[in-house]
């Protein structure tokens, strides 16, 4: 496993120097990064002892994110990669909340375990979300993908301002440019996407407790 780790490191240093070669700056500084939270998972894996195993799914991601994910535009060119990457991501999370624990203590209650296992995925996925939002919102990024709408409900639409209407979307402008002509609907800036990314590492946290539910291994 080790030697398999090692591969993939020294191909990621030689596809860095094609790019150097081909002064493709931005794939230049995504395969550098990619480098650097590798040697940061190495000392990670050091400090908390987990396996080559996870630490090869960690190298997996990683790759897979950056790499893929931005170099290759996998997110645009693949609608399901996303939430693949978050799925993973929420699985690879719960197995670090294992090690962080036995690192804090080191006797682990099973149940405590899947509590904290939860939790603690359910913490990151949020402050990833909010982490998105902030770049998004200072930066002027599109980290939180739209999603195009075509019915709204919401109490506004009623006469009270309290029973939920809903309205299909026929017409929509915004600054002279015809939405629903441009785009089918309108733009929901990033909330479904930001719930959707939660919902995925749900489930995520879900299989990893299933994971380690049937697992006849002790959990210490």
Same mark, same amino acid.
């Given at each position: ?6 591969? &993939? ?12 070669? %081909?002064?493709?700056?931005?794939a230049i500084f995504m395969c550098l990064v990619t ?8 000392? @990670?894996?050091?400090?908390? %002892? ?9 190298? @997996? ?8 994910? #931005? ?20 699985? &690879?999370?719960?197995?670090?909340? &294992? ?49 195009? @709408? ?10 009270? #301002? ?8 026929? #017409? ?34 879900? @299989? ?9 291994? %002790?959990?210490?």
């Amino acid at each position: 496993m080790k030697k398999i780790l090692k591969l &993939i490191r020294i191909t990621l240093i030689i596809y860095s120097l094609i790019f150097i070669i %081909k002064q493709d700056k931005t794939a230049i500084f995504m395969c550098l990064v990619t480098l650097l939270l590798l040697y940061l998972s190495n000392i @990670l894996q050091k400090k908390l %002892k987990y396996s080559d195993a996870l630490s090869l799914l960690i190298y @997996l991601f990683i790759i897979s994110g950056i790499i893929l994910g #931005n170099i290759y535009s996998f997110f645009t060119k693949v609608w399901y990669f996303d939430i693949i990457l978050h799925v993973l991501s929420s699985f &690879i999370i719960g197995a670090l909340s &294992i090690y962080v624990l036995k690192y804090l203590t080191p006797k682990i209650n099973k149940k405590l375990l899947i509590v904290f296992a939860f939790i603690f995925c359910m913490a990151i996925a949020s402050l990833w979300e909010i982490g998105e939002f902030t770049i998004d919102r200072i930066f002027s990024q599109d980290m939180q993908k739209d999603t195009v @709408l075509t019915e709204i409900t919401s109490t506004m639409f009623s006469n009270d #301002n309290n029973t939920p209407s809903t309205r299909i979307i026929t #017409n929509v402008k915004v600054n002279n440019t015809d939405f629903m002509k441009k785009y089918g609907g309108y733009i929901d800036i990033g909330l479904y996407d930001t719930i959707e990314d939660m919902i995925c590492a749900l489930i995520g946290a879900i @299989l990893f407790i299933i994971a380690i539910s049937i697992n006849k291994k %002790k959990y210490t």
